[in-house]
Every structure is written in C-alpha cells, then in structure tokens.
C-alpha cells in the first residue's frame, strides 16, 4: 500500500471534511468490490507459483520422488505433499 497526500490529490473542501473526523493519522480506504483485484494477479507472483506447482507435479508423475523435489525447490516435504496431491 502507497503512501498518498490528501492534500495533493483531494479537493480542498474534502481535506477539510476528512479533517473534521482525522487529524495526522492513516485512513484505509478500501478498493470498490468490483474492481478489486485478487491475491498475485497485480504482481504475477499468483502465475509463477501456479507454473512452479505444475512443474512439481510433472516431475513426481516422471518418477521423481518427494524428497528429491523438495530439494530441488527448497519447500518443506509437507508444502511438496499438498502441492502433488491437491486437485
């Protein structure tokens, strides 16, 4: 999350509403329903973990074991597990 100045991108008379309620704090203000977006899809971080787990579970169906996957991509045996056997 951004840090942004009221003051910079707010009209005058909505500083001066806000300020009636908050004065030199933080104010969330959520994304509308519609527009948000879901956890990865901004970043792409979402795609790349769904590409590592296909390729995970690719090399255990070509007979590569757990453990060996495991190492390979530094997850723990339990993270490799879900990741193989979640539908």
């Given at each position: 999350?951004?840090?942004?100045?009221?003051?910079?991108?707010?009209?005058d008379?909505?500083?001066k509403?806000l300020?009636?309620?908050?004065?030199?704090?933080?104010?969330?203000i959520?994304?509308?329903?519609?527009?948000?977006?879901?956890?990865?899809?901004?970043?792409?971080?979402?795609k790349e973990?769904e590409?590592?787990?296909r390729?995970?579970?690719e090399?255990?169906?070509s007979?590569?074991?757990m453990?060996?996957?495991?190492?390979?991509?530094?997850l723990?045996?339990?993270?490799?597990?879900?990741?193989?056997?979640?539908?």
């Amino acid at each position: 999350m951004k840090y942004l100045n009221a003051q910079v991108i707010l009209p005058d008379a909505l500083v001066k509403e806000l300020q009636s309620y908050v004065q030199g704090g933080y104010i969330y203000i959520p994304v509308i329903r519609d527009r948000q977006k879901r956890w990865g899809e901004v970043s792409g971080y979402k795609k790349e973990l769904e590409k590592r787990n296909r390729q995970i579970k690719e090399e255990y169906q070509s007979g590569i074991s757990m453990e060996c996957l495991s190492e390979k991509y530094c997850l723990s045996l339990y993270a490799v597990r879900k990741i193989i056997y979640k539908k």
